[in-house]
């Protein structure tokens, strides 16, 4: 791989320790994707955040990394293990939330805007098309690509805080447009009601055809929520962080149909939620919305819902803590929370140390259902974002019209 002269004196540790520890790390993924050179960047989103995910080792390496680095692009952080301001509210053990502020803080020390947060679109980093990124969060990742048609590999921590701290990332993979072309015609001819419908069909192309680029037809109009719902499945389930959906995402006109098809109708979306909802009962211990994180709108929707209502269920909800202050602001966190709902800032029921606390748990996200059944044993159930809050009304699983 080639390197300028200020990109050679930062691997031989002309800038510090952690620039040339940051060096290493893009140099040898650059060599083990056949990079031809390093792109510089305009914004980057580092995972791997919690203390949960991260241990011991994950903190001494970002305290290290503190001792000299310093982000030289904009860049922000993903939730953490728990809300840091509401951490005993939560269940969450001292010990554990010391440790997880000295992983903030270590990333603050190096600049870090600690967003805390999977949708930095929603706090201002929206990066324009045809950016070049080093995001690391899979569905932050692939809203980029698809829906901003900005460009980004799905990075691992280490290698979004190397980008961080160099301004630079290998140029291959998502960086280069042939790597872009969609391998997958989809036709969704299943109905596709509300978002979590939308991470339903992520879901299943994911399932059906890992690793494919889909090119989405279908005759409904997904708006927002939709799409980022799409963009938290299909990366979890099927490992790639881009889609196209025609007339609606800005490369999608760009290409041809691809050759390999696949039809999801009703049936396999129905099959696609009883894959995802096996073991689910009626009854129910935690409603938990908002992964990726939720909105300003999704809140004051959720207060529409809430107003004058009690929760019988707890009804969880994650944001970003710029979003929670924003709806402080305007009366709609006390809303949610005067029905006993609860809306943790900063963190989300996957990355936060649950296991054990929860069996049956209900969400509005199809990626919500992997997580919670993969990382936490828990019994998940997929519905509507209506439908969800009812559940936390009534306090039990209420029948759907699916
Ligand atoms: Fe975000 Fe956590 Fe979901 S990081 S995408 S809310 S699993």
């Known amino acids: 791989m080639q390197l300028s002269d200020m ?6 540790g002309e800038r510090g320790d952690a620039v040339r520890t940051a060096m290493e790390i893009l140099v040898a993924l650059g060599e083990i994707f056949d990079a031809d050179r390093l792109l510089p960047v305009r914004s980057v989103q580092i995972a791997g955040v919690s203390y949960h995910n991260l241990g011991d080792a994950g ?14 692009v904009p860049t922000s952080l993903n939730p953490a293990g728990m809300d840091p301001d509401r951490y005993r509210e939560m269940g969450i053990d001292a010990e554990f939330a010391a440790r997880q502020m000295r992983i903030v803080e270590a990333f603050r020390r190096m600049g870090v805007n600690t967003t805390l947060t999977c949708t930095p679109y ?15 969060e899979s569905s932050a990742v692939t809203y980029a690509n698809s829906v901003l048609g900005a ?15 160099c301004g630079r990332t290998p140029r291959y993979g998502l960086h280069l447009d042939e790597t872009r072309r969609p391998t997958l015609r989809v036709i969704a001819a299943g109905s596709l009601r509300c978002p979590a419908d939308w991470g339903l069909l992520g879901a299943a192309i994911g399932q059906q055809r890992p690793g494919a680029l889909p090119l989405i037809e279908t005759a409904e109009r997904p708006d927002q929520v939709s799409l980022k719902s799409l963009a938290a499945a299909l990366p979890t389930f099927g490992g790639q962080p881009m889609f196209h ?12 149909l691809p050759a390999d098809s696949l039809c999801v109708d009703a049936a396999l979306l129905r099959a696609t939620r009883e894959r995802l909802e096996i073991g689910a009962e009626d009854r129910v211990d935690l409603v938990t919305v908002g992964c990726p994180h939720a909105s ?8 529409r819902l809430l107003a004058d209502r009690r929760v019988v269920a707890p009804l969880w909800i994650s944001t970003a803590p710029a979003i929670c202050q924003q709806a402080a602001k305007r009366g709609l966190s006390q809303t949610i929370e005067l029905s006993g709902a609860r809306i943790w800032s900063g963190t989300c029921f996957a990355v936060a140390p649950l296991k054990g606390r929860f069996t049956q748990v209900v969400t509005n996200s199809a990626k919500g259902c992997y997580y919670g059944a993969g990382h936490n044993l828990f019994r998940m159930r997929l519905a509507s974002l209506e439908r969800c809050v009812q559940t936390a009304l009534a306090g039990r699983w209420s029948e759907v019209d699916r």
């Not at 300003?296 to 959720?302: A, P």
């Open 7 to 12: 990109e050679r004196g930062m691997l031989e």
């Open 151 to 165: 460009r980004s590999n799905r990075e691992g921590g280490p290698s979004a805080l190397a980008a961080a701290l």
């Open 59 to 72: 903190l001494e390496f970002v305290e290290q990394m503190a001792t000299d680095g310093r982000a030289v």
């Open 296 to 303: 300003l709108d999704e809140l004051e929707q959720l207060a």
């Open 245 to 256: 959906v025609a007339g609606v995402t800005p490369e999608a006109a760009r290409h041809a």
């Open 122 to 136: 929603h706090v201002g980093l929206v990066p324009a098309r045809d950016d070049t990124l080093a995001w690391s």
